[in-house]
């Protein structure tokens, strides 16, 4: 079971708009910074969002994050083929033993 | 160009060792703190180990289920980042990643991963 909360699946039609979302605690999202994680089939986690909102080089401005007290959420808007992937937030939890921790996933299908 | 170059993972029995490194380029590898995340198979990532840099005492610390099995060192010399695994279970395979926390942003770079596999 993991520490962030996410929902299994999402999914859209191409041109849509998607959001996911991410639930933790007081520990965690609600003292750190998210970032957003996208894996592609069968490749490495790429990072998409970090500090809550910011894209790194080279990402598309479909991507968007954002947090609010203990909860975070990833917007794709426009959706294209290539988005379909397994989603993943992180963030550090400084609980009892400082820990990396991660939602279980979203897979996102582009219908 | 950045790379982070995953190595030594294989199949090995339960109770077994293995060594993982990881070769970094194309950063200042000893301003990094690093990680090790793996991937169970079908599963999602969960955090491993991570090393900081020497500003920070080269600190080292250990998720719940690599603490007393695991050790991750750093030699800023070679810009190389280890995993010692002793006394691997079946529930420690998959696939190891090698990642960058650089700046305050876990997970800056990713290497390619590198295959655990505990079977009997």
């Known amino acids: 079971q993991s520490v962030l909360t996410q929902p299994p699946s999402a999914s859209g039609t191409p041109g849509q708009r998607v959001t996911i979302s991410c639930s933790g605690g007081?520990?965690?999202?609600?003292?750190?910074?998210v970032n957003w994680y996208q894996q592609l089939p069968g490749t490495a986690p790429k990072l998409l969002i970090h500090?809550?909102?910011q894209r790194p080089s080279g990402v598309p401005d479909r991507f968007s994050g954002s947090k609010s007290g203990t909860s975070a959420s990833l917007a794709i808007s426009g959706l294209q083929s290539e988005d379909e992937a397994d989603y993943y937030c992180?963030?550090?939890?400084?609980?009892?033993?400082?820990?990396?921790?991660f939602g279980g996933g979203t897979k996102l299908t582009i219908l | 160009e950045v790379q982070l170059v995953e190595s030594g993972g294989g199949l090995v029995k339960p109770g077994g060792s293995l060594r993982l490194s990881c070769a970094a380029s194309g950063f200042t590898f000893s301003h990094a703190w690093m990680s090790w995340v793996r991937q169970a198979p079908g599963k999602g990532l969960e955090w491993v180990a991570r090393?900081?840099?020497?500003?920070?005492?080269?600190?080292?610390e250990y998720a719940a289920p690599a603490k007393g099995r695991f050790s991750i060192s750093r030699d800023d010399s070679t810009n190389t980042v280890s995993l010692q695994m002793n006394s691997l279970e079946t529930g420690d395979t998959g696939v190891y990643y090698c990642?960058?926390?650089?700046?305050?942003?876990?997970?800056?770079?990713w290497g390619l991963g590198t295959l655990v596999t505990v079977s009997s």
């Open positions: 090393v900081k840099n020497r500003r920070y005492g080269g600190t080292r």
């Open positions: 500090s809550n909102n």
């Open positions: 992180g963030t550090w939890d400084d609980g009892l033993n400082v820990k990396w921790v």
């Open positions: 990642t960058t926390d650089e700046e305050g942003i876990a997970g800056r770079r």
């Open positions: 007081i520990s965690n999202i609600g003292i750190n910074s």
